[in-house]
């Protein structure tokens, strides 16, 4: 969705339907992580086996991409005359060739780490639910694919990090698997696939999203030091709500940093002590957090109150009961309820970053809902919240099953 005119990318208040590696298996990670929180709900393990076939073909060699491959659409070929297999978004209008070119992406490290998590994911549901043949065949030493591509030796920093003083030569992991080109910013390769802009650039969250990923696949010893540093740093210099080029959307990086930490990447005491208190100390009375987007508030509380929940569930040093009360009451405020289902508007999980982070946005309902389900979860199963629900459903004292729980108020 476009929130402004945008050159090249349509009119302020252009939307089009995309489907994308990213949300897919976004949803499919949290449905699984929901499962084997001892959430076992016969729905979760089918609708992961209808999701991990599609994250499946956005990968090519252990690696994956934001874009499904398809066809040069038809406007441009009959205006150049050639059809090419792109990595593309499957309904937005194209106005030319450059811009098609332009998003004729590499893979990249975001995709890839999600996409390896959900091989991950799927095959521990598969085990769980008693469905080992099921089970996919694994990738080994991943941690490969994402040190090839890391923030040392390049000669120039991208613009956006520069401007925002994210240091340069880092020695975090970089969000592209591509060569940097920087005479391609203007001038994409038509037949082979583009870096956007010709320039790679660091990104907390997908440095975050990458050590999450490396922790479930046994490989935390292979995590970069520099980039744990480098996050250390992004908290310290309280640059939290910048350092995700790709993610505007306040408290996103704590949300990803918390599954990190309780993940086990051996961040210091004084990191999560400030990303708690910071936490606790913004939000709002009536339970929000509040974006920096406007209308965005319930987004940013989902990411927040989740990063809550994790770093109190993972210390028993850590306490914030009342402040994660008033954030599900908030969150229940919110729910919308129809005829045949609950479901929370989406918010904006994702950006093109650079000039359009705030601009070209992602939106989705079944992601929003996915981290509205993961943060009730949370705190039915490892808060004690079932009296709460049973209170809120109206249900008087009656004990109800968790997966029990009618969509009704």
Not at 112 to 140: D, I, L
Not at 370 to 387: D, I, K, N, P, Q
């Amino acid at each position: 969705k476009n929130r402004k005119t945008l050159l090249w990318l349509g009119k302020k208040g252009e939307s089009y339907y995309d489907s994308n590696c990213f949300v897919t298996a976004s949803i499919h990670n949290i449905l699984a992580e929901i499962y084997l929180m001892g959430w076992i709900h016969d729905s979760i393990p089918q609708m992961l086996d209808l999701s991990v076939e599609n994250i499946m073909m956005f990968r090519n060699n252990d690696t994956y991409n934001f874009w499904h491959e398809l066809p040069t659409p038809n406007h441009l070929v009959e205006k150049h005359g050639e059809m090419i297999q792109r990595r593309r978004s499957n309904h937005f209008y194209y106005p030319n060739r450059l811009v098609s070119d332009i998003f004729n992406i590499v893979n990249d490290a975001d995709d890839t780490a999600a996409g390896m998590r959900a091989v991950k994911m799927y095959n521990k549901v598969c085990m769980y639910s008693g469905s080992a043949e099921r089970m996919m065949k694994e990738p080994r030493d991943i941690w490969k694919w994402f040190s090839a591509h890391i923030d040392q030796g390049r000669e120039k920093a991208n613009y956006y990090n520069r401007l925002k003083r994210h240091g340069s030569n880092t020695g975090a992991y970089l969000t592209w698997f591509g060569q940097e080109h920087h005479s391609k910013t203007f001038r994409p390769y038509t037949h082979r696939r583009n870096l956007p802009l010709g320039y790679n650039d660091i990104d907390c969250v997908v440095n975050a999203n990458i050590m999450i990923a490396l922790t479930e696949y046994g490989e935390g010893d292979q995590i970069e030091k520099e980039a744990i540093e480098w996050l250390e740093q992004m908290v310290m210099e309280e640059k939290c709500e910048s350092c995700g080029y790709y993610y505007p959307t306040n408290y996103t990086f704590y949300y990803s940093l918390a599954k990190a930490i309780r993940n086990g990447v051996p961040f210091s005491e004084n990191l999560i002590s400030a990303v708690f208190n910071r936490l606790l100390a913004s939000q709002n009375n009536d339970g929000s957090w509040t974006c920096s987007i406007e209308g965005n508030d319930l987004q940013s509380t989902l990411f927040a109150l989740n990063a809550l929940m994790m770093l109190e569930g993972n210390s028993s040093q850590l306490s914030c009961g009342r402040a994660i009360r008033q954030g599900i009451d908030y969150l229940m405020d919110k729910v919308v309820i129809d005829d045949k289902c609950c479901y929370w508007e989406g918010g904006i999980f994702f950006s093109m970053g650079f000039v359009a982070r705030k601009s070209c946005v992602w939106i989705s309902d079944a992601y929003t809902t996915a981290l509205a389900t993961e943060a009730l979860v949370r705190y039915l199963l490892e808060e004690g919240g079932s009296e709460y629900f049973v209170n809120y459903w109206g249900e008087g004292n009656t004990k109800i099953p968790a997966q029990q729980l009618p969509c009704r108020k």
